[in-house]
Each structure stands twice: as structure tokens, then as C-alpha cells.
């Protein structure tokens, strides 16, 4: 079926990339809990290379060319869902866009059966977005289609945490004896859970900081510091990475006021200069100006709010093609 | 304009399918009433050789490529939209996506208008559903456009009727002498009318059977077997395809109650074991589990539901391929 | 990264169009008033050049291939956004669809933050569409990215005005000395301010056509003539371009009633009788038939309504062009 011609428009990954690691075996990324460090180091590596290469910045390899992604978002999305769709199609592949409303969902389907029709469309990788936490994995073992987990419940989100870990690497190097802290809504975030295995994982020291009821003491059986007053740890931290205080994921408020709120827990320019010279702010967004964080440091010198942006093409775009590699190869 | 490098990066169709067969001559594809069992066939060896030439499961062929397609849905959709999508795409063309809400039919516009204005951007194939009946019969008197029908109302779905004839030949050869029973829901189903059409040019005896509100004594006109009562004719069935309760098409409910249909017209495991052994299982999808099959016979040996949604790709990549093609050759 | 055979696969510009014209220098459209009538007509020209080269009505170009755009529209829009995007693939670029729905606006995040979002995920050219007057000189100055204004509430419609001017000029092939009025809604109309600014620039005289509630004296300022009778400037008038009334911006009711709007200002076929013979009958649709114009009018032998929205493309095609043209050899 293939010719000449063909093969000439489809430009195989340049040497710099070539085969997949051999670290690589798996045709989902559900979650960064069941990751070891060396697949964790994998992404970020093969991520930096397409970022180096300036794949992200324009179609310059097509290794996917013909492979069908789906996005099956049930939750509201723009910046996870642009980013994975941008990220297949700068890979060649195309992307088909689900949504629970205008869905056979609302026939009277069951989610299941919903993606077993997309997958026997010869969608190879179905990239979901669902509020019930282990969607992804009973999608994944029902499936031969790949999954994605774009984000399950307060579970995970495995790329998210992926984007701010090659970000930290990206200023520091390593992570390894860093101290990196993630502050706010810790209980319904699965971007906290997410990073707090894969920081761990590559040897960084984690706090789980914010008020009692949105902090679990929890979190110190699997070796996180938990604390409630964001100046005392500050001026130990490398790193800040805050979260967005989740309104529309919480039944009753979790602390009198957003007022309050920001008074303990706001990255401000105030805090800033009691911080380390060369911290880090991050945040995963949409960010809440003068909530979690003022524009004077969402705009500053330290944050690299942006760079995580950026960085998500480049780690999805690697999840893709390292995915899509070993389903081609037949690791897995 | 073209030249040799532009031509390269276009495959074009391997000797396998060469030139489109003498018989198709059609730039619409409206219904299945009026296509001949050749033209039927024709239709359906086109999907075959695309399914077999692996071009549904990758972008290998490219013949529409600069084709632009437009889904004009009218109506809720995951699985024809997408399929859809996926075919076009599959073959090289680009597909916008059209709804009734952000459109400027809530600004006042008739919908021809609409239509044209699509036309007017050279989109060269309009795939439309709609709620009223005649609606792409109507189109494809005023545009130049090809145009597809994926489903006017009641009426037809002629992509579906196609793509269950071609699950029905894959698995029988031939369908002359066959017996299909369309079960359930007849007289909402523009799936039951492609299918009548369709099987009964193509030589197979049709029966239609469900509750005496959903199945009209008026099928007996033009051939069909009308019965009311499945387990009578079960033993006679070849194929059984099981029709969905179209709940939102009904203003009154035709009948006591769900558990009473399901009682009386649901295929069960029991029901199978008094069918005969090679009987094929179909349903157009989205199914509702419990309803009109159970999960044992959805998910066993004699459903060939999947394979239907894989044929619907094979089936409208054939489609938009011949009549992109009979435009070209100016056969219309 | 780039190697012989990719290149291959990437058709250049043929001679005709060449190098971006040296008056083009802008990396952003943001509205006619403040384009020169060189930059107009380069628009014009490279507009022409495309539809004349076939490459509205196929995949001929690409130079913007790996360029990704972005439709950022906070309005309903059917013609236009799918417009751009097509424009956009016609020319090799990847598109994504932003809406205010399902979007990081609804958890509370800053318009500007949402934008650069996306421009950090490497598109290079973001298409908004907005209620608010100045929302795409505002998103320039913050972005990095190009911007075009895809229509921003009342203010201007910078691509509408220039495929009203690319199709009278097709039909007049110079606008110096015409007559051409624009009759209805000007209060309200983002397309009136747009061809106001275009049509005086390339030396055409404007009348302004309306009930007083909808035509304000003030154009009279700025050289424009102000008109409440259109019976009496018909006989005088190379062109009409119809506005519609757009009830859904409007508070209250600004005339009795639709009837009598349509009786003293609709196009009828009556009124055509009256005017020159050659007079071009021009909406920028969606168009209200039986409210500013009749259906006797706008599919008669004066109407060039539809060569309208085939302009648009090739107006929208060259804009993309010059634009991303504009950035990559570093103009501005």
C-alpha cells in the first residue's frame, strides 16, 4: 500500500529521537503513581528533545500520520484539551473531538459502549477527561485502543504533573533535594496528586501546604510535610506550585472567606521577598488573580506559569509518540 | 498550479480501486429507495476493498485531499458525526463542523441560505441531518454541492442501511434468500426504512416485528413480513437487527412499559438459544443495555454490533469517495 | 530539521505571488481605519491572486504549513469562523476552536490569561471575536501572537469590509467615483464602520441609509453622506449593501414595527426597477428575507450575495498570508 512518494512526505523522527527507550512499555499513561523514575525521566527526556528541536513550534515530524486520536472531554476544558489536540496534530495524527452533550450519552449509552464505538472507528488513542476518579484505567482495560488520562475526578492528571516537572527541571537541572511546595485546595486537586508522586519519585521534598480542610494530615504516611502557615515553610522552598482554590468542586466553602484566603495562602509581591532568591512560582491554571496569587508575581520574574503552558505541548506530544511507539512495537 | 513535488505527496488510489465503476454515476447519496442493487454493490465493494486495502484504519490514500467537507447536524450526534469526520479525513479532505446553535439560523437565516453560504466557501460536500424529513432531498436541489444524507427524521440513514448490509455480506456472502428481522421500534427508525429498501433490493426477506404502535400493517404493501410477535418468527431469522426505543422521537409512550418490551422483545440469552446457531446479532447503535438486548447477547459470540461501527467508516469513506469521484467526472 | 523530501511536500507560493509586497509590514488586522488604501488594495490584490490561482477550491498552497491558529470567538458566528478555519487549512495551517463555553473563563480566569495560553502553546495567529469594542487591540498589545479582528461588537469587521470591497471591485474594477450606500442598522453595524473606512479610503462616495434611530448625523463628519429616504439616493446609488437589523443587539424596538421597517427601506424588486441598471445588490448576511431585502432581490440577476462569501475566503486566505508573512521575515 505504500510507496515511494508516500514514505518521502511522512519524516521519520530524527536520529536525536530514534527508537523509543527502551525504558518505555506501556500504551497508556493513566496516572505518575505507577511510574518509576527512569519512565518519569523518559517523557521528560523525549519532551525536551521535541522541544529542542522546535517540534512544538511547528509540523516538523509527522510520526503519527494516520493515527486517530479522540478527545472524550466530560468535563469543562480549554487548555488541556487545545494543548493535546495541538500536540497530535503538529505529530501528523488526527483529532476527532467528543463532548457529553451532543453524545449518544445522552441516548441512553453507557460510557463504555460510547468508547467502544470509537475505538472500533480505528481511534487508536482515546484521551479522557471524566469527574469519576479510575475512569481512565476501566477505559484502559476494556480498550485496545491507548488511553490518556486528561484528568479523573481529584485522582490524577498525569500530564499536568509531567509539564511541571520538566519545568522545575528546565530551572534547576535536577530535582533531587529540592523543596518543593504545593499550595491550596490539596483534597480535590489531581494535579497535587500527581505531582506529589512524581516529585517524590525524582527525589524532591514535597509539602502539602493550606487551611485543615482542604490539607489532609494524611499525606505524611507516604512521606509528604503537611502544614497549614505558608510563612513558616516559605523561606525553605524552591519551588511553589499553587493551586487553584476548586469552587466548583466544593459543596460548602471551605473557609470563611476568599479574603481570608488569599490573607494566608496568596503568593504576593510581600512574600516573594521573604522567599528564596531563586524561587519558583508555579501554578497549573486557570489562575484566580488575587486569590492563589497577585498579578505582581503571576507577572514577575519568578513565575513560569507560561513555561508550564508551553511545556504541556512538549510532554503530551512525547506521551503521543512514546505511547503510540510501543503500541507499534508491541511492548505492551 | 500542481506540480511534481504537490503530486508525489498525494497517493493516489492503488490499481485495486482505479478508476470508480461504470455504475455509479450519483454526486448525492439522499436514499436508498432509489439506488439500484447495483449501484448498492457497488457501494459496498468499494468499502470492502477499502477495509481490505487497511485504508480505514490509516490515512494511506489520499484522493480528496483539498476537498472540503462540511457536517451540517441538525440533530444530536456522536457516532455518525465523528465517523464521518474520520472518513473524510481518512482520505485526505478537510471537514468543518456545522450545529443549529451558534449558527446563524438563530439570527434569522432559512436554512437553504445557510446551505448556500457553506457552498459558497467551495465546500464541496455537505453531510446533513436533520429532524424534518426530505430536508437533503431538498439541499441537493438547491446547491451545487454533493450532498449526504446521515439521517432526515424518520425517513432514511442510508450510511447505516449501507453499513449493515455490508456486516451482513461479510459475515453470509450473499444476502439473497436471508432472512432479516428488524425488530423494535419501526416506526421512528429511518434505520429500519434504509435497511427495508436495501435488503430487499439486495434479495433478502425482510420482516418487521415489535408491538403493533411502533410496527404498521403497511409494510405488507410493498413485501415486507409483518409480525408482532418475536418469538414466533425467532427460529426463521438469519439476522436479527434489534432497533432502539427512540424515547425522544415519541410524544406518548407506545407501550405499557420498558419492562414489558424488554419482556416481549429484548434478545436475551434464551432467545438466542432457541434462534439458530449462525444467527447475527445486530443493532445500529447507541444501544440501550437491558432494553432491547441484554449485555450477554450486546457482548457474545452472534453480535457483530462493532463490526458494524468499523463497516460505517469503510462504508462512508466508499461514499464520499464515489461521489467526489462521479463530480470530478462530470457524470451528473 | 528540515530535510529534501519535506520540502518536497511543501509547495512555495508560485511566481505570481512571490515575496509579501513591501507595503504590507503588519503583523496584525485590526481594522480598515487605520490600513492606507496601498494596504488595502495589497489585501485586494493577494486576495485576487489566490481565487484566480484556484487555491479558494483546493489545497494548492501551503505555505503556512505547522502554523497553528486559534478562532477565539465569544459570539455566535457560523459564516466567519468557519471561513477563517477553511481559509486557514486551504493555506496548510492547523486551526483550534476556542469558545467562551466550556472554556477556563468560566473558573474565573482573565480573558488576557486565557489568551496567552494559547499563544503559549505556539499559535502563532489567534482570530477573536468578541462583544466588546477594542478586545483585539487590547489582546495585540498583550500577545506576542498576530491578531485578527474577527468582528469586536459595533466597532469593525475588518475582513468583512474588505471582501465587500474585493466584490464590488470585481464587478466595477475600480471604486474610485462609485456611489455606494449602506442602508439599515449603521448604529449597530461593526461591517458599516469597516466598509465606511475602506470605501472612502479607495475614493468611493459613502451614503449612510437609515430610520434616524439607526443613522446618526455624526458620519456627516467624517465626509460620509447621511440619508433617511432610500427611495430618493436609489437612482443615484452603484451599490447597496444591505445591513441587517440586529435585533438581538438592540434594547429597545428602534422602529414601529418590521413591516414598516421593510416598507420603506427593504430591497424589492419594484425599488431594483428603480435604480441604475447595473446597481450591485450586496448583504453581509445572515440576511432577514422579507426585512431589508426580498427574496425576488437577493437571488436575482443584481445580487452578488454569495460572490460575497466566496470572497471572504480568499480575503481571509491573503490576510493569513500577509500577516504570518509579515512575521516571519520580521517586518514589524
Known sequence: MSDASSEACTPKLPPL????????????????????????????????????AGATAGRRFTPL????????????????????????????????????????????????????????MHVEVVIVRHATPGTPHLLSQSLQSSVINAGDGP??????????????????????????????????????????????????????????TLVSRRWEGVGV??????DEILPRCDVLNLLRIQFERQATRPFPSVREYA???????????RAKDNILIMAPGPINRGVEVTPEVADGPHSVILDQVSN??????????LISSARASHRT
Chains 1, 2, 3 share one sequence.
Open 312 to 321: 504541556g505541548l512538549a510532554v503530551r506530544m512525547a506521551t503521543l509518540w
Open 225 to 230: 510535610e503537611v502544614a497549614h502557615n505558608l
Open 65 to 120: 500520520q494516520g493515527i486517530a486520536c479522540a478527545n472524550l472531554f466530560f468535563e469543562n476544558s480549554t487548555r488541556t484539551r487545545t494543548s493535546f489536540s495541538l500536540a497530535a496534530r503538529r505529530l501528523g495524527a488526527d483529532v476527532v473531538d467528543f463532548s457529553s452533550s451532543g453524545s449518544s450519552l445522552s441516548k441512553g449509552e453507557t460510557f463504555i459502549d460510547t468508547a467502544k464505538n470509537i475505538e472500533a
Open 263 to 273: 490573607l494566608l495562602y496568596a503568593m504576593t509581591g510581600a512574600r516573594i521577598r
Open 17 to 52: 529521537l530514534g527508537e523509543i527507550p527502551p525504558v518505555w512499555t506501556r500504551r497508556h499513561l493513566l496516572d505518575i503513581e505507577s511510574l518509576s523514575a527512569d519512565e518519569i525521566n523518559c517523557v521528560l527526556d523525549v519532551a525536551q528533545q521535541f522541544k529542542d
Open 155 to 212: 485522582h490524577e492528571h498525569p500530564t499536568q504533573g509531567l509539564l511541571d516537572m520538566l519545568t522545575i527541571r528546565q530551572h534547576r537541572g535536577d530535582l533531587r533535594g529540592l523543596t518543593v511546595a504545593l499550595v491550596g485546595d490539596i483534597a480535590h486537586s489531581r494535579t497535587a496528586r500527581s505531582n506529589i508522586w512524581g516529585l517524590k519519585k525524582l527525589g524532591a521534598h514535597v509539602i502539602v501546604c493550606g487551611p485543615p
